[in-house]
């Protein structure tokens, strides 16, 4: 680590180390002297996070997050990481700003697409256990009508990380599965049961 050519890599490896044998105080201390030393590492960024994250210390990660963003308001990864954040403590609405403000940084930031698709059945989830599911209920035409909406606003982000990313089906298949089904959109629901293998047989 005194040679700079290899040194992040070195840093990397030590603090792999360190979590292997499950000292995590030497990690954390590793991954913050990463971050000092190499900011623009994803992987240090994103060990402190999952750090915090792993040991329910999200207000801790978040504190990081704005630290760094901070420095560098426009670095399209902490702000990806701000939006996971909240949406881990299911606020939902501050996750959608942020994972569109990373999307706005980068239009193909595929994760971001593929989580602000996520957030969106997210919040439909929360609506629907909401819901009245009395049909004679003025309320429940209303509460159904609100549902499909946000499954309308997830389709097209599933669909944009499917076009930029055909090949890697967990940013977006189960999700488009999902979305079509509620939508009711039989042919796009009948390809994704193919594309996850899915026999409806036997549903």
Known sequence: MKYEKNASNC???????????????????????????????????????????????????????DNQLKNDPNNKFMVFVKAYLYQMMKDYDNAVTYYEKAIQLDPAYVDALSNLGLTYVLKAQVVSEKATTNVN????????AAIKALYEKARPYYEKARELKPDNKDLWARGLYRVYYCLNMAPQFEEMEKILGIDSTKK
């Open 137 to 144: 209920s003025p309320k429940y035409k209303q509460d159904q």
């Open 11 to 65: 840093m990397q490896i030590l603090a792999e180390v360190y979590k292997a044998q499950k000292d995590s105080v030497e990690f954390l201390k590793t991954v913050q002297e990463g971050v000092a030393k190499y900011p623009s590492e994803k992987y240090f960024l994103g060990s402190v996070i999952d750090y915090y994250s792993s040991h329910n210390q999200n207000e801790k990660a978040m504190e990081f997050a």
